[in-house]
């Protein structure tokens, strides 16, 4: 028994032993790997600033670490020492981490610092940043009637990417396609590009979207449009001041609903504080909405829009609940004005061509950009654009350069005594 003992014994300390050895010789393994990567990572590190294969490696290393920061500098080094293929990465990380609007101004930077990387970059991807190969068009071409109706509201569309432009050419098709808007008299011109670093439209998802439209003044100028359709950025879109601002993403339904804005249809969803004391008050009535249900609103909305009491079916919305008001709209249904995907009724698809066939009372952007251009004392800029907006039979417009003249020919009377 103490034989056989001992020798169970020995044969245990026997493999323990063995055991010992071989999680000594993984151990030993591993610190000398560790080494060696560590002898690797150094070794790129020394390299790196002459060596662009070295920084490209070291890019790829902090991609695999998910430090996409620390990889997009490695990258932009590599494409400095022109390392094959380390621009495109360099950007396409750029555009992941911080848009493409940061991207395209980046580049545009290095080229004012004298590393002009354009000339390196196929003209399709510069395109995709918003960054033309031409210079952003300042001549309109003749409206192209997409809807086969006489004009009577005329749009310019306006693009800040390649991808913004896909979708307006889509939009355009499905436009055509669609039967209630090809029925309308509605013009589109052709399509303008535009730099998105000159426009710099916003990217946050969750807010609306701006761009400096300021720098569109020329062109509002020279053409011939009422309105402008702005694809640019992402974000929320809007309506506002004769600008349809969409995201380059949008869709028909979205296009249809800030359409809609511009022959005076209202939100039916709630409005914030703000939005609604702006454009709530007791008693008014718009298209698709009335504020308030008394008999004298009522009978104000039927007169103004030509629509017969049994054709109403007043729904409360929620869009005034902000300011504590009730609101209501003229149809039962939910509608594209409440949710963007919802059909347009009948009763307003008719109330959109009845306001359409005044166009000269929709306020064209002409109109908004003379305001911008009087906050500068650009007067030149503000008789041109109020002439042009008055062309139109805008009657403000009209009535502005009415009392013009008045005056002018007030103060040339008084000179002359």
């Not at 004005?337 to 929709?362: G, T, V």
């Not at 013009?404 to 005594?417: F, I």
Request: net charge negative; glycine share 4%.
């Amino acid at each position: 028994m103490s034989r056989a003992m001992n020798s169970m014994s020995s044969t245990s300390a026997a493999t323990v032993f063995k055991k010992s050895r071989l999680a000594g010789f993984f151990l030993l393994l591993g610190v000398v790997a560790c080494q060696d990567a560590l002898t690797t990572e150094q070794q790129l590190l020394s390299r790196a600033s002459t060596d662009g294969a070295a920084a490209a490696q070291l890019a790829r290393l902090r991609l695999a670490e998910n430090d996409l920061t620390a990889a997009l500098q490695w990258w932009r080094q590599a494409a400095a020492l022109d390392a094959p293929g380390a621009l495109e990465h360099a950007l396409m990380l750029q555009v992941r981490l911080e848009g493409k609007l940061a991207t395209a101004h980046w580049l545009t930077a290095q080229q004012a610092a004298g590393q002009d990387y354009t000339h390196q970059l196929q003209p399709q991807l510069l395109a995709e940043l918003g960054l033309w190969a031409m210079p952003p068009q300042t001549e309109f071409s003749a409206a192209e009637n997409l809807a086969g109706a006489s004009c009577s509201l005329r749009i310019q569309p306006v693009v800040t990417s390649a991808a913004a432009e896909r979708t307006y050419q889509l939009l355009a098709q499905q436009w055509q396609q669609d039967p209630q808007l090809s029925q309308l008299p509605v013009c589109f011109a052709a399509v303008v590009r535009v730099q998105s670093t000159l426009l710099n439209c916003s990217e946050q998802a969750a807010s609306r979207i701006h761009c400096e439209y300021q720098q569109l003044r020329q062109l509002v100028q020279q053409g011939q449009f009422q309105q402008l359709l702005l694809l640019g950025g992402r974000g929320i879109a809007s309506f506002n001041n004769g600008i349809i601002q969409l995201p380059e993403d949008a869709n028909l339904a979205l296009l249809r609903h800030e359409f809609l804005h511009i022959a005076g249809f209202l939100d039916e969803y709630a409005l914030s504080a703000l939005a609604a004391r702006a454009v709530c008050q007791s008693g008014r009535i718009a298209p698709n909405l009335l504020v308030g249900a008394d008999n004298s609103t009522l009978a104000r909305y039927r007169q103004r829009y030509r629509v017969a009491a049994q054709d109403i079916e007043l729904t409360a919305v929620d869009t005034c609940q902000a300011v504590g008001l009730q609101a209501y709209r003229p149809v039962a249904a939910v509608n594209s004005m409440r949710h963007f995907e919802a059909p347009l009724p009948q009763l307003y698809f008719d109330l959109l061509q009845q306001e359409l066939e005044q166009a000269a009372l929709l306020m064209p952007v002409q109109y908004y950009f003379a305001y911008l251009a009087r906050q500068q004392e650009a007067w030149l800029d503000w008789y041109q654009l109020m002439h042009t907006a008055a062309g139109f039979g805008y009657p403000p417009a009209i009535r502005a350069l009415s009392k013009l003249n008045q005056t002018t020919t007030a103060a040339a009377a008084a000179a002359e005594d």
